[in-house]
C-alpha cells in the first residue's frame, strides 16, 4: 500500500517525479482571506456662481467666507459703445455723456468685503 522508501501511498504523485502539484483545497476549506481595506471616498464639490450686477452670496477662495460681495460699477465697452452713437446721431452736446452717468450700462466688478479680493467682473458687452 505505501511505497517503502518514500511513506507515500502509491495513488498520489511523488514529489520531484514529473513535477505533479498537490491538488487544490476546495472552496469551502479554511485558509488565508484576502484583506479588504475599505477607503473612505472623498469628493470636492465646486459651485459656481454666477455674478450679476447685483450684490452675490458666495464663498471668498481667500479668506473661506461666506459674503455677500462689494460692487463697484466702472465704465465699459457698453458705456463708449453708446457714447459713440449718440454722438453719431448728433447728440453731441452734453446728451451722449448721460451713459457715463447711468449704472445699468456699466461693468461690475465684485470683491469681497473682508479681504478685498477681486472676485469677479461682469462685463455688460
Not at 41 to 61: E, K, L, N, Y
Not at 82 to 97: A, K, R, T
Not at 98 to 124: A, E, T
Amino acid at each position: 500500500m505505501y511505497d517503502s522508501d518514500k511513506g507515500y501511498p502509491p495513488s498520489q504523485p511523488q514529489p520531484g517525479f514529473g513535477g505533479a502539484y498537490p491538488p487544490p483545497p476546495p472552496y469551502g476549506a479554511a485558509g488565508p482571506q484576502p484583506t479588504v481595506i475599505m477607503a473612505p471616498v472623498t469628493s470636492t464639490v465646486i459651485m459656481t456662481t454666477s455674478f450679476a450686477d447685483t450684490p452675490t452670496s458666495c464663498t471668498c477662495p481667500v479668506c473661506r467666507q461666506n459674503v455677500v460681495t462689494r460692487i463697484e460699477y466702472n465704465t465699459g465697452l457698453l458705456v463708449w459703445l453708446i457714447f459713440g452713437i449718440l454722438c453719431l446721431l448728433g447728440c453731441w452736446l452734453g446728451c451722449c455723456l448721460i451713459p457715463f452717468c447711468l449704472d445699468s450700462c456699466k461693468d461690475v466688478d465684485h470683491f469681497c468685503p473682508n479681504c478685498n479680493h477681486h472676485l469677479s467682473k461682469y462685463k455688460r458687452l
